[in-house]
């Protein structure tokens, strides 16, 4: 139904920004929920962010939180992270995630639709 698309991995120094981008393929982002999520060597995949669709309303991670901003845009079907004073521990492979609605889940087994992953390195 929805086919998602991930750009945007890469190396970057502690500190540094860093943007991911999660494209909506086949069809429009409309009346989904579109999240994100990490998974570090030898962690859990953990949630960062999601977004509705409708409305924009968004929830972050409190890990986080004054760092990372979620933000959909309309005109390129395309929700984009941006990661910002990015430190070592935000190491991990990225995925994106949809779920049809507009609630906001916080746990990996609420998403249907999964991403390839976008490996992200932070250097001390």
């Known amino acids: 139904q929805v086919q998602l698309v991930e750009s945007g991995g890469g190396l970057v120094q502690a500190g540094g920004s860093l943007r991911l981008s999660c494209a909506a393929s086949g069809r429009t982002f409309s009346s989904y929920c579109v999240g994100w999520f990490r998974q570090a060597p030898g962690k859990e995949r953990e949630f960062v962010a999601s977004?509705?669709?409708?409305?924009?309303?968004?929830l972050l991670a409190d890990s986080v939180k004054g760092r990372f901003t979620i933000v959909r845009d309309i005109t390129k079907n395309t929700v984009f992270l941006q990661m910002n004073s990015l430190k070592p521990e935000d190491t991990a492979v990225y995925y994106c995630?949809?779920?049809?609605?507009?609630?906001?889940?916080?746990?990996?087994?609420?998403?249907?639709?999964w991403g390839q992953g976008a490996q992200v390195t932070v250097s001390s």
């Open positions: 995630a949809a779920r049809f609605g507009n609630l906001l889940f916080t746990t990996p087994n609420n998403y249907g639709y």
């Open positions: 977004i509705s669709w409708s409305g924009g309303s968004s």
